[in-house]
């Protein structure tokens, strides 16, 4: 009887202490996948928009700079129209 | 059978005359002439760096490229206040616009919004000792080209894809009459999307109607306040809206004179500015042309005077258009 008790307390400790590692290495899993998703999620693709080498002041336009391929407010693009990589993993 | 056939094709093209045209094109003015010129106000950049300029109520406000964003000035243009701190803050503001100014017996109250942040405040400014309160009204949640508050709760918006919108007391948005065709949310959705056919608008002082002028094609709009759309003018020709610039000419301001619109159109066939006149239902009435490059045009419905600002010649010119108040 009192080797049963003690086999039996054993078994209950090795069983919470497997559960409590087991669910520590998956919650760490867990944890780096959503880590990993993140950082993918961070390298989003290039995006292609129309831009302009030449700018001049205009209330209530915008436009994108081809210098920089960033949105200006209250400027217009002049002349020749280009395209430029938005890249929002730069930013 | 011959007589027939004749009496039916005149009553199809008397049909499709009399049915209602979306636009009309306006190739020539019932009447050409010369502004009056009353006075010029040269203005130094390095003190105002003038991006806009308006009269209201008796008041100037300037609105400048960098902080302080705004200035009001008395009808002499003597400074009473100035505001708006560029920055990200509480009561910082990146992209300020004029949308409104409401004048009472001891405050002007000028609306603007914030472009970028796509809120709406209220600057109260104490006209006997040029004190300003500035408060938020709305924050709309997302960048906003175009904002103004009416008097019946609502407000008529325009995001960043360019299409107006009342927004209701309860939260509904319903575009205005023609401003919710195709719209491709796919694309308009985009962080990244500006729209090829930009505009800016006013509303009339009376409130009944509002204005909505092509910055960057030859396209006048003219809406009343329920939204129907009054009509459509293009000048010269049809504009190509796969352009983000139109070959032909553009407008770059609005003003409400009596009962007549007057606009300011920058023709580039013609490289010069006019002034143009226009009935409530934008009718062609007469046109001047002006000696000058116009970038910015305001009036005074009281006097009858509209005010040019030409950025490239530092000056502000004031021309009389009294005959139609």
Redesign the interface.
């Known amino acids: 009887m009192k080797n049963l008790i003690i086999f039996s307390s054993i078994s209950f400790l090795l069983c919470t202490g497997g559960i409590a590692i087991k669910a520590h290495i998956t919650s760490d899993d867990f944890l780096n996948a959503n880590a990993e998703a993140l950082l993918e999620s961070r390298s989003l693709p290039d995006i292609t928009v129309n831009c302009f080498m030449e700018t001049e002041f205009k209330m209530g336009h915008s436009f994108y700079y081809c210098f920089d391929c960033r949105r200006y407010i209250n400027a217009a693009g002049i002349g020749k129209m280009m395209t430029c990589q938005l890249n929002f993993n730069q930013e | 059978m011959n007589k027939r056939y004749f009496w039916i094709i005149v009553a199809i093209f008397a049909l499709y005359s009399c049915a209602k045209r979306e636009y009309y094109t306006i190739h020539s003015f019932p009447k050409e002439g010369d502004a009056i010129l009353l006075k010029e106000i040269k203005y130094d950049p390095t003190e105002y760096f003038l ?2 300029i308006s009269w209201a109520n008796g008041y100037w406000i300037y ?1 400048l ?1 960098d902080e302080p964003f705004f200035i009001l000035l008395d009808r002499d243009l003597n400074e009473i206040a100035h505001f708006g701190r560029k920055g990200n803050s509480p009561n910082e503001f990146l ?1 300020p ?1 004029l949308s409104n100014v409401i004048s009472d017996s001891n405050a002007v109250n000028i609306y603007f919004y914030d ?2 942040k796509g809120r709406l405040y209220n600057a109260s400014v104490n006209k006997n000792n040029g004190d300003v309160h500035i408060s938020e009204l709305k924050d709309f949640g997302k960048s906003m ?1 175009y904002v103004r508050a009416l008097d019946d709760g609502r407000y008529i918006c325009s995001a960043e894809n360019n299409r107006y919108y009342f927004l209701e007391k309860n939260g509904e948005e319903h575009y205005l009459e023609g401003w919710g065709n195709e719209v491709n949310e796919a694309v308009e959705l ?1 962080s ?1 999307y ?1 729209p090829t056919f ?3 608008s006013d509303v009339s002082p009376d409130n009944n109607l509002f204005a909505v002028y092509s ?2 094609h030859q396209v006048l709009i003219l809406h009343d306040m329920n939204g129907k759309r009054i009509n459509t003018v293009y000048i010269s020709k049809e504009p190509d809206m796969g352009l ?2 139109s070959d032909v000419g553009s407008f770059n301001g609005i003003t409400f004179l009596g009962d007549v619109i007057v606009a300011l159109y920058e023709s580039v066939e013609d490289e010069c500015s006019y002034l143009m006149v226009f009935d409530r239902e934008l009718s062609p009435l007469k046109r001047y042309r002006l000696p000058i490059d116009g970038n ?1 045009l305001t009036g005074n419905p009281e006097e009858g005077v509209v005010t040019v600002l030409s ?1 490239d010649d530092e000056k502000m010119y004031c021309y009389d258009l009294s005959e139609w108040l």
């Open positions: 991006a806009d609105e490229r992209s616009m472009w970028d080209r985009s990244t500006v930009q505009s800016r910055i960057s983000y610039d910015i950025y």
